[in-house]
């Protein structure tokens, strides 16, 4: 979800598809005197078990091992979503995954951490090439994450929220043995209804704090935050996730906006009346979950500081990106195991990472 830098329409690309709003200036995030608004049109194509066309008529995708390649960057908390899900779930042999560095220029996401500046697999430069495969003429914004076709190089879809629950139910036949339950059927009702305040409150309500354009549009993009992080909080003193005793879906699109609100969001984008650290329930919480295995292994700080704070320019300007805060409260004792709960459930832990998927050592929390 998280796209490219807004800019002027660069050869085929023009709009806002992404987590950040257009604009005619390299860098610029932010329309003076309106209130963030963000695009939620995304290629709604799906990858399911069989390949079907859905009931809303979108063409569909057999999900196939070895035939998709999951772009995600780290430093996005949308991408992040998916590469979690894909490890809990084990689907790592099933799909494989690029990861584009943390910053990117006017056009898209680079793959500038590879050798040569090319994804292995792929052989590109940009993700906006995927997406000029499929859509020559595509006008919306190139956003992270996204599926990509292996042979074609063709990109099949960019719904963040639709890839998700669709690991957990299309790609069944390829989970690891002991793969978690993150979207059971029983609690779906009560999930989806958590998710869609926490995307609005929570995960969007920090775009809508750092992208405001006028105090009255900031100040109320606060006041809401903080309603919700209130609930979350008073939710969260007497469970242990968000919905059931066991992980799921929600828990882990909660998470990654909490992985970058004290690093990120509390200053850069002015999210300041509380640190995740200053509310207990929700920092007990985070640090659970970022010590399961799939969340903090996931969770690479230096790339989400590098991106908001380089990438960024008007609201930083001078492209510093800060030293702290001090990661060594995430690997402390959060006593969350006394409100009961069962993290994978009837299922097991993920294995170790995937060889060559592993955090840069120094990137991640350290004791």
């Known amino acids: 979800m998280e796209q490219t830098t807004p800019q002027q329409p660069t050869g085929n690309q023009s709009g806002s598809a992404g987590s950040e709003p257009s604009h005619s200036t390299l860098g610029a995030y932010v329309t003076g005197g309106a209130e963030f608004t963000r695009d939620t049109n995304y290629i709604e194509d799906r990858i399911t078990r069989d390949g079907r066309v859905g009931d809303d008529g979108q ?17 996005c908390p949308w991408a992040n979503r998916t590469v979690i899900v894909r490890r ?3 689907l790592e042999d099933a799909i494989s995954l690029g990861q584009p560095g943390p910053t990117h220029d006017s056009r898209s996401w680079t793959f500038d951490l590879d050798p040569g500046g090319v994804d292995p697999v792929l052989g590109m430069e940009r993700i906006q090439d995927a997406y000029f495969r499929r859509f020559p003429d595509y006008p919306r914004g190139i956003t992270v994450p996204a599926m990509v076709e292996i042979a074609t190089g063709k990109v099949v879809t960019n719904n963040f929220p639709q890839i998700t629950l669709d690991f957990s139910s299309e790609w069944k036949e390829f989970q690891r043995e002991g793969a978690p339950d993150l979207y059971p059927e029983h609690l779906r009702e009560e999930i989806d209804t958590v998710n869609k305040r926490v995307f609005t409150e929570v995960n969007n309500g920090v775009y809508r704090c750092g992208f405001a354009g006028s105090q009255d549009a900031y100040d109320a993009a606060y006041d809401r935050l903080f309603t919700a992080l209130d609930w979350l909080e008073e939710r969260l003193t007497h469970q242990r996730f968000l919905v059931g005793d066991t992980i799921t879906e929600a ?3 909660l998470f990654t906006t909490l992985a970058r609100f004290d690093a ?4 850069h984008f002015k999210c300041n009346r509380t640190k995740l650290s200053e509310m207990p329930a929700l920092w007990g919480y985070a640090r659970d979950l970022f010590q399961t295995p799939g969340f903090g292994d996931t969770t690479d700080f230096v790339q989400i500081k ?3 704070y380089i990438v960024h320019k008007d609201i930083n300007p001078t492209g510093i990106v800060p030293k702290g805060p001090d990661l060594s409260g995430w690997l402390t004792e959060h006593g ?11 299922g097991t832990p993920p294995g ?3 060889s060559g998927e592993e955090v840069t050592a120094g990137h991640g929390a350290t004791a």
């Open 306 to 308: 590098k991106h908001y």
């Open 88 to 90: 809990l779930l084990g």
């Open 264 to 267: 990120v969001y509390h200053g």
């Open 336 to 346: 969350r195991e006394s409100l009961g709960g069962r993290p994978f459930g009837d």
């Open 251 to 253: 828990d882990v699109r």
């Open 59 to 75: 063409p569909g995708w057999k999900a196939e091992p070895g035939r998709y390649r999951l772009i995600a960057a780290r430093a």
């Open 352 to 354: 170790p990472v995937h």
